[in-house]
């Protein structure tokens, strides 16, 4: 009999590994706090509650009821369009809207907004790969960069500053692209790059000779068609600083 306890007591040390065995008492058992055991095995410790899922920011939910809006608006126009499938399409309640926006010409006004910002972060980032000295490339590249961004959202260009009053006089004249295009422009007329007397006007100049031919119906719908006006722009913005296109 004794040698049946003391098999029972290794096992049950086995099994607990702990300071002093809970079953068999035996001093020498080393580890652990031992676990309940039952007929099945180890009891586990119950499982961590599930988390919350976590709201999102308001910017992202915000910028998620735009992206649809922008779609619903594209698909079917404006004044067709609900707030309900605005929501619906951005997966959320109703009254979330009513949280960003006003209106759906409240959404149109942030649609217009984010592209003009979208054609920009384009342009400053063409412009800013290129070398500090190179200002004839960083001309070039701002034209390039500026006909894309509207050759690539023509859809919502349309949509948001053509078709959807109100369109304004102002947007033509004074735009967060003209004031980047201004800022090159002087600072090349800084370094001795070209010869502009007012560069605001001169931005002013050659932002709406670029609006006007990236707005034209089916310009550029083709990759070479692109490619060509893409060329013949940035030619005519060098030339407008007096600077030879490099195909004279």
Not at 40 to 64: F, H, I, M, Q, Y
Not at 110 to 135: S, T
């Amino acid at each position: 009999m004794p040698a049946i306890i003391a098999v029972k007591s290794v096992a049950c040390c086995l099994i607990s590994r702990a300071p002093q065995c809970a079953t068999c008492l035996l001093a020498t058992c080393t580890g652990p706090i031992p676990r309940a055991v039952n007929e099945s095995g180890p009891v586990l410790p119950p499982a961590n509650p599930v988390s919350k899922p976590r709201t999102k920011p308001p910017e992202e939910r915000r910028d998620e009821l735009m992206t649809a809006a922008e779609r619903l608006f594209l698909e079917k126009g404006l004044e067709q369009t609900t707030i309900e499938e605005i929501t619906t399409g951005a997966g959320v309640a109703k009254g979330t809207f009513y949280l960003h926006f006003s209106s759906k010409a409240d959404v149109l006004q942030a649609l217009r907004a984010r592209f003009v910002q979208g054609v920009l972060d384009g342009i400053v980032a063409a412009v800013e790969g290129l070398r500090q000295e190179d200002w004839r490339g960083k001309l070039a590249a701002w034209s390039t960069a500026c006909a894309t961004g509207y050759l690539d959202a023509a859809g919502l260009h349309h949509l948001a500053f053509v078709a959807a009053p109100p369109a304004t006089k102002e947007g033509l004249s004074r735009n967060i692209l003209i004031d980047h295009l201004t800022e090159l422009l002087a600072a090349g007329f800084g370094e001795n790059a070209w010869s502009v007397s007012d560069p605001g006007f001169t931005a002013v100049f050659l932002f709406n000779a670029l609006h006007g031919v990236v707005n034209q119906p089916g310009i550029g719908e083709t990759p070479a068609a692109r490619a060509e006006l893409l060329r013949a722009l940035e030619v005519h913005f060098l030339h407008g600083l007096g600077l030879p296109s490099g195909i004279d």
